[in-house]
């Protein structure tokens, strides 16, 4: 009588499929599956430029977890902020790595947040556009003033001061600066490809 004996522990939980919508976005081709500390920065300020965009933007990344399947890698509003907080200049840094699969997740959502918000993108660039070439105060605009406003306030409650990536940015021209080519990138997400080439830029240097 044979008796077949599985390779698998009991107790080991099965690995869970990568989502569909991830297989998208080309695998980086750096050692192991964490991301570089650069790449945790950037994804975070793109969230953060959301945040400043629209009100209740938090709920709305849980939102799309759910729909587009990745609730088992974005399950909670504690585990997203674990995520974010790989970010090397945040106030309650997080000391592990942000992994190959949770960067996906985040790119993918943050594109998806930033078509639905792509004509309030533009609006704004074209209004910055505008007073910029006219040598007009931004704060001039209300809509555009109201954002930057926000940014900075996200920006100076959530990162830590003594870190060299926030004295870099310790004045307000500076956040403004940050926070209108955030803008940029974010319509850059929306354009054809808009997601793997965004993707593909976080480990520009790193491959």
């Known amino acids: ?77 504690v585990n997203l902020w674990r995520m974010r907080g790989t970010n090397p200049i945040r106030r309650a840094h997080i000391r592990r790595p942000l992994t190959i699969m949770e960067a996906k997740a985040l790119v993918v959502i943050t594109c998806y947040i930033a078509r639905r918000l792509t004509v309030v993108i533009r609006q704004l660039l074209t209004i910055y556009q505008q007073l910029y070439e006219k040598q007009i105060p931004l704060e001039q605009n209300l809509r555009l003033a109201n954002y930057l406003e926000r940014f900075r306030s996200h920006f100076k409650s959530r990162m830590n001061p003594r870190r060299s990536g926030f004295m870099a940015l310790s004045s307000d021209e500076k956040l403004d600066e940050l926070a209108i080519s955030l803008l940029g990138k974010l319509l850059f997400c929306t354009g054809t490809a808009g997601m793997q080439r965004f993707w593909i830029s976080l480990f520009d240097g790193e491959v």
């Open 1 to 77: 009588m044979s008796v077949s004996a599985s390779l698998t522990p009991a107790n080991s939980p099965a690995p869970q499929p990568m989502p569909m919508i991830l297989d998208s976005l080309p695998e980086p081709g750096i050692e192991g599956q964490v991301c570089p500390r650069t790449t945790s920065l950037q994804i975070d300020l793109m969230l953060l430029a959301i945040e400043a965009l629209e009100l209740g933007s938090s709920e709305a990344i849980l939102t799309f977890a759910q729909e587009l399947d990745l609730k088992g890698i974005i399950k909670n509003r």
